[in-house]
């Protein structure tokens, strides 16, 4: 028998060879070398892989039948239970490149090594919804960095957004119960949109910060390659000499921090709900690296005490007017995983995993993480050995008495397992400094113990109010819309006018605007107190937030507005033509526009290819029943009268345009192209703020000059204004 082809194994057929042959996916993909034969988990060779074994082929199947057991039983065994907050991720293996020697700060070996390279893993994610849910979710983004570094694994578990919605960790299972879909009825799926979460945040005013990063644009990403990260938590820096440094850790992506707007991200959860996931994938893939500069934020010892607001609170962020931003270092992620489960899925953070040269503070929110991280591992990966999955192992060795337990892979050998030892030779031994043993920064703690809060800690708005005040008004605008929507599928009115009160803490115009889309009044006052969130036998009054103004009054580098608009490397430009377009049109602005990085996809009635007035046969990528507007970030109609004719006639054609219009895409199209544009709802709008980033001539050259700069600019916000454009 011929080991080469099995029998009854289809072989793929190769189709035509055209162009769009990439979505037809003919590689065969496998990793085995192609004359393997199927076996059993006990490598006996499996003769019949689809009947089972039976008494008579009319009869009933034999309980004897070790293969069909074999694998009904793995089958019904391969979920492990999802992530309890963060179940949706999707990750890439990469490096990460030092650019210059951190010593003075820290003696970790990859803050040390400009020429090490240090290999990464890192996992992107949802918060709320479960692991099926959808990619668009108003929601915050996990952002989790494994380094494997030559001192062990550094783990920087942090996420798309600076702070925290709360400041001890004692209530986080309160927060994540009351975000996660309520339990009578498990609705809504992946929203905060609903009763329980703004319940919740309506009576811990600490959480006000989060909630308007949470109410921005940011939670709505583009893609994870557009996306800033954060460490959130103070860390410390400990060099050589043993000083110390608080630090905050930053990710900056190269390709600017950029956002779609609620409707898109409603619509494409239902027609991609994958859109991040296949975006980071098809960019690894075509080699489209994406990445991030590690920043720094360093801040002596010394000034512990010298800001407005307490280090070790993570409902606050430290201005980067006041402490910038250092670039350090490159992320780069170059390699997709080989398989989704034993990577992705089976990967552990621990916000714990610290190498020497980095250490803890005493951020209460972090030191309960410390706890948590393992903790949860052990009922997800089934038990204590879940550090030798290989995703989770450490590139250098490791030597300890930890031993057995389930699913333990090492194959200890000896008689000892025990510290101090003469049996063993001692071995193995502690790591003395010099050899790179870790030692805890000796930070003096002398008090009472108490289960409290400092007062440091209860200054709840100053910097809700720089981060609302520090948005372009089109983001001001978004926040006001985010939140007339969440507050809006709340059914508690009084719910509602509890979160209206504390709006108007932080600014008197956003909880008007907010108010009047509700249908509402600001409430003068409110009771009981805004802050429930207090012990049992404490004096309410004692915890109320201090109402006071932020030493820096705006932070631009809070907006997205004045973020990175100088590539259009990797933008998605939808092309619409059928039978009979002009060939020149075409091809000079894709032409182009390629040459720049942007990826060109070209949309027509139906799949196959189109004839172009020239005679020339073009493939089509997409049609306009698979494509639509939101997966592309803008779009040109080239000249051509047939064609032109055809998508006029075609209502998803103008649909596609009305809407890109609406999410405010830049949208180019040859002046003979007319016919077209007049079909659609925005043809006649005249103010410049209306037809900003709408660009017609007949000058290809010119006009691929300002569709590249348009698509630099990303969104043309201000239409938002004058918008009537149904889509
Ligand atoms: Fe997490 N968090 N978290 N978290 N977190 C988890 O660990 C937890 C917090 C973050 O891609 C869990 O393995 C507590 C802040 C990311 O696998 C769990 C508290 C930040 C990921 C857990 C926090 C994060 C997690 C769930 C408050 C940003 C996904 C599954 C004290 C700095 C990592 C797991 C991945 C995952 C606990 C707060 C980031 C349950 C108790 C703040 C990116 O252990």
Redesign the pocket.
Known sequence: MSTKKPTGNAVPDKGPDTENAKTRSLKVHTALAGNEMMTTDQGVKINNDQDTLKAGDRGPSLLEDFIFREKMTHFDHERIPE?????R?S?AHGVFRLYESQSALSKAAFLNDTAAETPVFV???T?AGSRGSTDLARDVR???VKFYTQEGNFDL???NMPV?F?Q??MK??DLVHAVKPEPDNEIPQAASAHDTFWDFISLMPESTHMVMWLMSDRALPRSYRMMEG????TFRLINEAGEAHFVKFHWKPLLGVHAVCWDEAQKISGKDPDFHRRDLWDAIESGNFPEWELGIQVIPEADEHKYDFDLLD?TKIVPEELVPVQRIGRLTLNRNPDNFFAETEQ?????GNIVPGIDFTNDP??Q??L???T???LI?LGGPNFHEIPINRPVVPVHNNQRDGHMRQTINKGKVSYSPNSLGGGCPFQAGQTDGGFTSYPERVEAHKVRGRSASFFDHFSQARLFYRSQSVPEQNHIVNALSFELGKVQAIHVRERMLYTLKQVDETLASDVAFALGLKVPAKITPPLNQSIPADADPAQYQPVAKESAVSKSPALSMAGTVKDTIRTRKVAILAADGVDGASLGAIRKSLEAEGALIELIAPRLGSIQSEQGKKISVHQSLLTAASVFYDGVYVPAGSNSVASLAAEPDAVHFLNEAYRHCKPIAADNGAQQLIKATYFSDQKSPKASGGVLLSDDASQLSTAFIAALKQHRFWDREDDRKVPA
């Open positions: 992530r309890i907050v963060h179940a991720g990750a996992r992107f994610s918060v996990g952002f989790a578990v942090g996420n925290f709360i001890d960790a986080f299972p954060f460490g959130v938590h993570p990967v552990a953070f621990h916000v929110l972090m309960g993480r706890f948590s991280y903790d949860t591992q997800r």
